[in-house]
């Protein structure tokens, strides 16, 4: 069974920074796409990031581009999401997805990933 366990979430100023975490189990993590989507209150879940299985795609909503980094780490089943110059708009829920089918690009789709983890909550405010 896939399961997908974020961490990291937290309360943060303005300008201030975190990194979020996703540890997966339950099956070969370096054959699959990971990908990060958020979701404010009111509004459509969206993917802020997402990283092919051996980190050679990766893609970023326009939104971010410039102040987050996905990344991944095959050998601890991990991967992060570093948010630099954090802004009050990027308070969410945080969520970590994988695809079912190995070695598949799901990019920025929403349908194109199957196993969720349970979220974490990103506040940034003064």
């Known amino acids: 069974q896939v399961r997908l366990a974020e961490s990291g979430g937290g309360l943060v100023q303005p300008g201030g920074s975190l990194r979020l975490s996703c540890e997966a189990s339950?099956?070969?993590?370096?054959?699959?796409?990971m990908g990060w989507f958020r979701q404010a209150p009111g509004k459509e879940r969206e993917c802020v990031a997402a990283?092919?299985?051996?980190?050679?795609?990766?893609y970023y909503a326009d939104s971010v581009k410039g102040r987050f980094t996905i990344s991944r780490d095959n050998a601890k089943n991990t991967v992060y999401l570093q948010m630099n110059s954090l802004k009050p708009e990027d308070t969410a829920v945080y969520y970590c997805?994988?695809?079912?089918?190995?070695?598949?690009?799901?990019?920025?789709?929403?349908?194109?990933?199957?196993?969720w983890g349970q979220g974490t909550q990103v506040t940034v405010s003064s």
């Open positions: 990283i092919s299985w051996i980190a050679s795609t990766t």
């Open positions: 997805a994988t695809p079912h089918p190995m070695r598949t690009w799901p990019n920025s789709r929403r349908s194109g990933y199957d196993y």
């Open positions: 339950g099956r070969t993590f370096s054959s699959y796409a």
